[in-house]
């Protein structure tokens, strides 16, 4: 109760130097007007923008602060929604010209645009408006751009091309919905060998640079590139990479290079603070939601006894003079008995004898740290596939494939994340593998069948300032985490990409069974009206189009999810998968 009498305090000073009721004639107050939109404030658009000016007579324009807040019935206080749009300053004297724009859901919505001065006066500007419905892909018109020889469908809620980042194609793309966004954006994340950076131009990669995310067996003298691209000029206020395995180092803008479409591309180094990466550590890469669009990589360095292992080519060590622990094994056939027996053999597959016979354990005899491996962490409380029989390591990885620039991890299918995933069927492949029939979960059909991939609510075609292709049902990677969590079902404890410093906001499963409180806590941590993905902020609604409260939707309600987003069958697996949407039902009177 403190904390909200402070807070309705500074607030409402905030809100008292308006220049409604103020004459800022030499006073040294700010002030904010709004230039657009004007009159009835009714959008049938989610995402509205504002255009406006600051100025002050005894202030330059940059060093005056603005920020965003939105009011909403959930909260008594509100909300600064800064972050979660758009914001430039377009610095001119003692004046600027400034920017917003924001995806909001459907309803009525009051924002308020404070401007500050850095003696801390304020003043403020209050919008109200509505969203009378939000865009729809079938209510949006398409053109079409050729871009690096191939074709792509772009979608604009106006109807035109608007702005758009230029797409480096490794492989064919087939006709790709891409709805325009506006925010700076990860294009490209590579692992580079020192001094080497001035290689790289967008579009042209050398072959001694790896793509970051889930690439293994990285040399540890590498450090990262950034490819980051803009409609606007970036000049980020704080660091592009807010967490890098634990450890810290420095950032250094590269060059920029001029793309098409009135897009830059900012390319940036992050250099490790201790020179060279850890050995065999699995370095997991969050990067700052202020500045980009959230993007989260994982990469795994290489061990001591390979330093200098480094993928030359995308065949893999075929071409390679060097042995490599998982081969080749028509070079030298000693190889095979790290692994293997041919006489003494406990198993049909000779395993070696003075290892347990089951094929975990024949992994984590080296994969627990020892041997330089990658150590995997064992200590998973729910990690379904190592508790399973009919699972091993080898479901998943080939040991007898060396793995390539391709696939590093030596994976038997494709396993795509954000970076490259589609929504399409094959992006899941691997997993599909085994959960493609009733006794594992049949998942494959809520990306295979057309009813279920139609009405489902993780159907998302990304934003262009998300850095993805993605058209379609999102990658499983967004919520489970592959071999195991701390959570049930293997779920994400971080959730959206980023990294969540507030305890509160991570999701962490309070029983072992999965039930209505569970289901309702896990959704709830990404469809908070907050969380992005893919250029998507997950939305919640309490209140339908008529301003009536929804069941289910109600503080204090135990309702599952799946009762009303599970379709007929009020299965939770459904409404995970293909949740149905704007199925609102009213509380009765």
């Not at 049938?44 to 007579?57: H, L, P, Q, T």
């Not at 074709?151 to 980042?165: F, M």
């Not at 492989?171 to 290689?199: F, H």
């Not at 190592?386 to 699972?391: A, M």
Request: proline share 5%; net charge negative.
């Amino acid at each position: 109760m403190l904390c909200i009498v402070i807070w309705s305090v500074i607030f409402g000073s905030l809100l008292s130097y308006s220049p409604n009721t103020h004459v800022l004639s030499a006073t040294g107050v700010p002030e904010i007007t709004m230039i657009s939109p004007v009159g009835e404030l009714v959008f049938d658009v989610s995402r509205v923008e504002f255009n406006g000016k600051i100025s002050d007579d005894l202030t330059t324009s940059d060093k005056l602060l603005v920020k965003v807040f939105e009011h909403t019935t959930d909260n008594l206080q509100p909300i600064d929604i800064t972050n979660q749009g758009l914001l430039t300053l377009t610095p001119k004297d003692q004046s600027a010209e400034f920017s917003y724009s924001k995806e909001f859901s459907e309803g009525d919505h009051k924002i308020y645009f404070i401007v500050t001065d850095e003696d801390g006066l304020s003043s403020n500007l209050e919008q109200s408006f509505t969203i009378q419905s939000s865009i729809t892909d079938q209510d949006t018109e398409t053109t079409e751009q050729i871009v690096n020889s191939e074709t792509i469908t772009v979608k604009s809620p106006q109807g035109d091309l608007g702005s758009l980042a230029t797409l480096e194609n490794t492989e064919t793309i087939n006709t790709l919905a891409i709805e325009i966004g506006m925010r700076p954006y990860l294009a490209n994340m590579y692992l580079i060998p020192k001094d080497s950076e001035a290689q790289y131009e967008p579009g042209n990669v050398p072959e001694t640079f790896l793509p970051a995310e889930d690439m293994t067996r990285v040399p540890l003298d590498y450090k990262v590139l950034l490819d980051i691209r803009s409609v606007s000029v970036f000049n980020p206020l704080q660091p592009i990479i807010t967490f890098f395995g634990g450890s810290t180092g420095k950032e250094k803008l590269v060059k920029t290079v001029t793309l098409e479409e009135g897009i830059t591309s900012y390319i940036y180094t992050f250099t490790p603070d201790d020179e060279n990466l850890d050995t065999a550590k699995s370095y997991f890469v969050y990067l700052n939601p202020n500045e980009i669009v959230p993007r989260f990589l994982k990469f795994t360095t290489v061990s001591n006894n390979y330093e200098s292992y480094q993928f030359e080519s995308n065949q893999g060590n075929i071409e390679r003079e060097k042995d490599y622990i998982h081969g080749p094994y028509s070079v030298v056939t000693s190889t095979c008995s790290f692994c293997h027996s041919t006489h003494n053999g406990a198993s049909e597959f000779l395993e070696s004898n003075n290892i347990k016979p089951e094929t975990n354990n024949l992994c984590m005899a080296c994969h627990d740290g020892t041997n330089g491996s990658p150590k995997l962490d064992s200590t998973y409380a729910s990690n379904k596939h190592s508790k399973n029989p009919d699972v091993s390591c080898s479901s998943c990885h080939d040991p007898h494939n060396p793995g390539t620039k391709d696939n590093p991890n030596s994976l038997h299918s494709d396993y795509n994340k954000a970076s490259i995933a589609t929504g399409k069927e094959n992006d899941a492949s691997l997993c599909f593998t085994c959960h493609n029939v009733d006794k594992n979960k049949n998942i494959k059909q809520y990306y295979t069948n057309e009813s279920y991939v139609n009405q489902s609510g993780h159907n998302i075609t990304a934003t262009v300032d998300s850095g993805s292709k993605l058209n379609g049902q999102i990658p499983c990677s967004e919520c489970h985490e592959t071999h195991g969590s701390n959570n049930i079902k293997m779920l994400r404890g971080n959730l959206g990409n980023i990294k969540i410093n507030d305890s509160q906001n991570i999701y962490e499963s309070k029983s072992e069974n999965w039930n209505a409180a569970e289901e309702r806590s896990f959704c709830l941590k990404c469809h908070n009206n907050s969380t992005s993905i893919y250029g998507k902020t997950s939305t919640f609604k309490d209140k339908s189009a008529a301003g009536e409260p929804i069941s289910g939707h109600q503080p204090g309600e135990e309702q599952s999810c799946a009762s009303c987003h599970g379709g007929a069958s009020q299965s939770y697996m459904e409404a995970a998968h293909a949740p149905k949407k704007g199925i609102h039902v009213q509380v009765n009177p």
